[in-house]
């Protein structure tokens, strides 16, 4: 049984779009027929809901699987999105980076939480907290690779050094096995000519880390949060959803998982009779 690939969005910077891409990348997986798990791994709980739970309501959540050892698999929900599960965040997570200071192996209680499930899932998507805190580092400590959102705009590279920093750190300390899998550019807007340097000076600094996808700035996009969606669900049709679709269909290219999933292939089948 293959084992899912788990990867942490991260950014330090908040508003670069980096939950945005965690629900639409999780969402478009589990659309391209992989079995998909959201953890919403930020104290804000955004991930949460903007695919449809209200945090305050959730059961139980992340923080009760770190902290006090309940199984994920208690904690997980279904969502409205094909193929897609989430393990919902909570305002408690920010107590937790204090409660886990005396904790032994303190950096590996994410990893101890997603080990078991893995075989589940083709793709687990953590939507890490804007800080370089000790959740966001057992994140990186359970994942195979990050993906970094990066705004189309003046400030886009400041503070890109400090998180390659915390990424080497970790790789060298605690997961020598972290990849990036890629800068994403979000945000995009064609028409402004300080856009078009961004994705210049992006591409010349990162080179072939950088994502052949860009996220255009789409007014879909900044509307499904509020009715608790994808974009998928909210506007299939929209730029965002487009983008988005094709993230994932780069990264599963990336990943060599771009198997044709039975459904296609017998309605292929058919078609030649």
Known sequence: MAMAKIISIVNQKGGVGKTTTAINLAASLGALERRTLLVDADPQANATSGTGFDPREVKASIYECIINGTPAS????GTDNPGLDLLPGHIDLVGAEIEMIDMPERERQMKKVLDPIRDRYDFIIIDCSPSLGLVTVNSL???DSVIVPVQCEYF???GLGKLLNTIKIVQQRLNPDL???GMLLTMYDSRLRLANQVVEEVKTHFQQLVFDTVIHRNVALGEAPSHGKSIIMHDASSKGATNYLNLAREILQKN??????????TFAVEEEQ
Not at 74 to 77: T, Y
Not at 257 to 265: A, H, L, V, Y
Request: hydrophobic share 45%; net charge negative.
């Open 179 to 181: 990849l990036i899998e």
């Open 156 to 158: 886009a590279l400041e």
């Open 141 to 143: 400590t359970a994942s």
């Open 74 to 77: 208690e904690v997980i929900v």
């Open 256 to 265: 060599s998982m771009t198997r044709i999933p039975d459904s296609e292939r």
